[in-house]
C-alpha cells in the first residue's frame, strides 16, 4: 500500500525547501487492512497541494508528496509546518507529547484536518496532554490566516460529508489571541479529501478551489509567524 512504500522509501533528505510535513501515531504503518488513520489522503493531498503552492506562489517546494515524523522526531523541528489527519484516533506516548510540546514552543505551526462529531472528545483530551493549559478558540474570518494570501471572507465551507458545520478552531500562544497562532483545528471538515481528489473529477472545482485556498492560507502564514 502507499504507506508500506513511504516505508520502504523513506524521508526526503532536508534540503531547505518547503516540504510537506505530515504527523503519524500508533503503529508505523504495518498491521493495518487500509492505510492506518493518519495516512488519510497520503501521498495524493500534499502532492497536488505542493503543485499548487508552487504555480501561485513563489514557494518552491518538495513535489513528490511529503515527509513522515513521529512527534518525538528531533528531524520534525527543521519543518515549521505539520499536519496531523484523523486526530479522533490519535494516541501519544508521553516521549512523544513532549516533542510536540518543544516543536510547538519553538515556533512550529500545526494543522489538525479530517474529523468530526465525537472525534473532538479524544482530540481535546490529546492536546490537553501537550498543553495542559490551552483553550479551543472558535476563529472567524477576520483572523490573518484566512488573509495571509488569499481573502477568504466567508467560513460558510462545504464539508465533504455533511456532518455537521465546519469549524476552525485556533490555539493561540498563551491564550492570548494578540500573539501567535500555534495551530488550526479543521473540526467537522476534511480539507485534505479535497486535495486528494481534486485532479479526478469525484468533486466539485468549486470546491477544491476554496480549499486549497485554505491550504496555501496556511502555509503561507505558517512560513511568515
Keep these: 500500500g502507499r504507506v508500506s512504500e513511504f516505508v520502504e522509501r523513506g524521508n526526503a533528505t532536508y534540503d531547505g525547501r518547503f516540504t510537506f510535513a505530515r504527523l503519524r501515531y ?53 519543518y515549521p509546518f505539520a499536519y496531523m489527519s484523523e486526530p479522533g484516533y490519535w494516541t501519544a506516548s508521553e516521549e512523544e507529547i513532549q516533542g ?17 462529531g465525537y472525534d473532538l472528545e479524544n482530540f481535546a483530551a490529546q492536546l490537553k496532554r501537550v498543553l495542559p493549559e490551552a483553550r479551543l478558540v472558535e476563529l472567524d474570518a477576520a483572523h490573518p490566516i484566512f488573509h495571509s494570501f488569499f481573502e477568504i471572507n466567508s467560513l460558510e465551507f462545504t464539508q465533504m460529508y455533511d456532518r455537521g458545520r465546519a ?55 505558517a512560513m511568515t509567524h
Aim: no cysteine.
Design 26 to 78: 500508533g503503529a508505523a504503518g504495518r498491521g493495518f487492512r487500509r492505510e492506518p488513520p493518519w495516512a488519510h489522503d497520503y501521498p495524493r493531498a500534499e502532492r497536488n497541494l505542493a503543485k499548487i503552492l508552487k504555480e501561485v506562489s513563489y514557494i518552491e517546494p518538495y513535489m513528490d508528496g511529503g515527509n513522515i515524523f513521529a512527534t518525538d522526531d528531533p528531524e520534525l523541528g527543521r
Design 167 to 221: 469549524i476552525f478552531y485556533g490555539v493561540f500562544e498563551d491564550n492570548d489571541p494578540a500573539k501567535r497562532l500555534m495551530m488550526i483545528v479543521n473540526y467537522n471538515n476534511d480539507i485534505g479529501e479535497y486535495w486528494e481528489f481534486s485532479d479526478t473529477g469525484m468533486v466539485p472545482v468549486d470546491l477544491s478551489n476554496e480549499a486549497y485556498k485554505f491550504g496555501i492560507n496556511y502555509v503561507v502564514y
Design 100 to 116: 510536540l510540546r518543544v516543536y510547538l514552543q519553538k515556533g512550529g505551526f500545526l494543522i489538525f484536518d479530517d474529523f468530526r
